[in-house]
């Protein structure tokens, strides 16, 4: 199947920002000490080199209409060779950053795909971000456990609160 413009466009950034992407991650996981933290980043790096693979092969005239949501499933295990010396930039900045990474990753193919014509290129895109959520979620979790709470909790007084100052703007 001939692409329309769009998708392959879409598909051609998205491939130099996987590039610059997967050099980070790689870097992220010659630095960090936590062997959870060093996990998660090693999935989202084998989770996106794997995204490479699919798109190219979505962009391949003679395959692309075989190619499926499946595809994201097809993760090759690598090995990322960690160069010495290296600078150490500390689990908890590595993991703020690997987090943005995931949420912005997750959002550019959310988008993409929303203005992707072929339904596949479409379809598996929709997949690529939920697997970058996934990944956000992960990494929220053990900013939990390493004290990184971004959130602050509320009361249910100021719940209260902002659900009637809502009721009152739409008089309900």
């Known amino acids: ?3 329309k ?3 392959l466009s879409l598909m ?23 062997p ?22 979505l962009m391949d005239p ?3 209409e075989d190619v499926s949501v499946l595809a994201l499933n097809q993760i090759e295990l690598v090995d990322i060779p960690c160069p010495e010396p290296i600078l150490r930039l500390g689990d908890k900045n590595i993991l703020l950053e690997a987090h943005t990474t995931a949420k912005s990753m997750a959002l550019d193919n959310f988008n993409s795909a929303l203005k992707m014509k072929a339904s596949n290129v479409k379809s ?7 697997q970058q959520v996934q990944l ?4 929220s979790e053990l900013g939990e456990k390493m004290g990184l709470n971004q959130s602050p909790d509320t009361s249910a007084e100021e719940q ?9 703007l739409f008089h309900l």
């Open 62 to 64: 003679e395959h692309n």
């Open 160 to 168: 209260i609160s902002t659900i009637k100052q809502f009721e009152h």
């Open 124 to 130: 598996i895109h929709v997949q690529m971000a939920l």
């Open 5 to 7: 413009a769009i998708d």
């Open 136 to 139: 956000e979620e992960r990494y």
């Open 1 to 3: 199947m001939i692409l």
């Open 12 to 34: 051609s950034e998205h491939l130099m920002t996987h590039k610059g992407v997967l050099k980070k991650l790689a870097y992220y996981y010659c630095s960090v000490k936590s």
């Open 36 to 57: 959870l933290l060093k996990q998660t980043i090693y999935e989202q790096f084998l989770i996106m080199r794997n995204h490479v693979h699919v798109m190219l092969k």
